[in-house]
């Protein structure tokens, strides 16, 4: 069976993907799909960078404000609405390009990778949240290390969710997550597709996250996170730990100045986006793209074109 066209096209926070997305879109007449996990939240619009009505100039948009901040939502979630979103736009003729920053997401979607739905252990869980509360994220990352150094390696330790999800895989399967990832990342993708990265220099990102953050507090993402507050979503919400959101809670609740829960968002957004990068490098068949070779939007557009088209993308749908 031939197989579908399916482009991607990500990069870390700030790099430039909104516009490029459109432009693209725009010239081969695909449809987006969000790989975001904040976007797809309501009334978390300034802190997600999410793209207005007037930014889509009429490019159908999947996976945003689809969720109330109260629900969860994870790879498994997104998987299978990305999945649903597909089947539309390849009904309609066109081809899916999948947008967004959340490398796992991305994976999840383009290698069909699949998840073992073991029952969930609460007693397990709630022991290991509990240690996390006594001894800190630290220890318990040091746990995982002694069970799975691989992931370990790869989870940072302020992401305790996602220790715990691969401390509890150990517990029920006594094999380590980082196995089981790596089996399913050996798969062929059942699609024909183009994998763009887009990448600054170094000093060139870090201005453009700093200059949007200022822009953000400009836009009013702390009366945001207080109308949120205010409505009742709690800060250990999945959707609050969101970048942004959980340094400005903090300093609405006290704990910390304005001044200094923007420092925090700087220094963070910069630290998200070198992970970012570190897991865009370890994908396979990846298509760099250096913002700065590209005098204008048209330019770096052709270039994008040109790729798709060396990769047989456009075929029967146009």
């Known amino acids: 069976m031939e197989k579908k066209p399916l482009i ?13 997305s459109i432009a693209l879109a725009k010239a081969i007449g695909g449809e987006i799909i969000s790989a975001d996990s904040i976007q797809v939240y309501r009334y978390m619009d300034i802190g997600s960078a999410k793209i207005t009505k007037e930014e889509m100039k ?35 003729g066109h081809i899916p390009i999948i947008t967004g920053g959340t490398g796992f997401y991305i994976q999840s979607v383009l290698y069909h990778i699949e998840f073992d ?16 509360k006594t001894y800190g994220a ?16 790869q989870i940072h330790a302020n992401n305790i969710k996602r220790v715990i999800r691969a401390l509890e895989y150990y517990h ?3 094999k380590p997550i980082s196995k089981h990832n790596q089996e399913q990342q050996e798969k062929e993708s059942p699609y024909r597709f183009v994998y763009f990265v887009l990448n600054r220099e170094r000093e060139k990102l870090y201005q453009r996250i700093h200059l949007r953050v200022d822009q953000m507090i400009k836009q009013g993402f702390v009366e945001e996170v207080a109308s949120l507050l205010e409505k009742g979503y709690s800060r ?9 959101y959980k340094e400005i809670a903090a300093s609405l609740e006290g704990e910390i100045s304005l001044e200094e829960a923007i420092e925090k968002i700087k220094t963070n957004t910069r630290h998200f986006a070198k992970r970012q990068l570190t897991w ?21 557009c052709h270039h994008l074109f040109t790729v798709l088209k060396e990769h047989h993308i456009l075929e029967n749908f146009r």
Request: aromatic share 8%; proline share 4%; glycine share 4%.
């Open 236 to 244: 250990d919400l999945t959707s609050m730990q969101g970048l942004g």
């Open 8 to 20: 991607i096209l990500t990069g870390p926070t700030a790099v430039g993907k909104t516009d490029t």
């Open 172 to 174: 029920q399967t006594q």
């Open 58 to 92: 009429g490019i159908p948009h999947f996976l945003i404000d689809i969720l109330d901040p109260a629900e969860e939502f994870n790879v498994v979630c997104f998987q299978k609405l990305a999945h649903q979103s597909m089947e539309e736009i390849y009904n309609r």
């Open 280 to 300: 865009f490098r370890r994908e396979k068949d990846v298509t760099w793209v250096e913002m700065e070779q590209y005098q204008s939007k048209q330019e770096l």
């Open 117 to 132: 739905e073991n029952k969930t252990d609460d007693l397990y869980r709630k022991e290991l949240e509990t240690y996390a």
């Open 138 to 153: 630290a220890a318990l990352q040091e746990q995982l290390f002694q069970v799975d150094p691989e992931s370990a390696k």
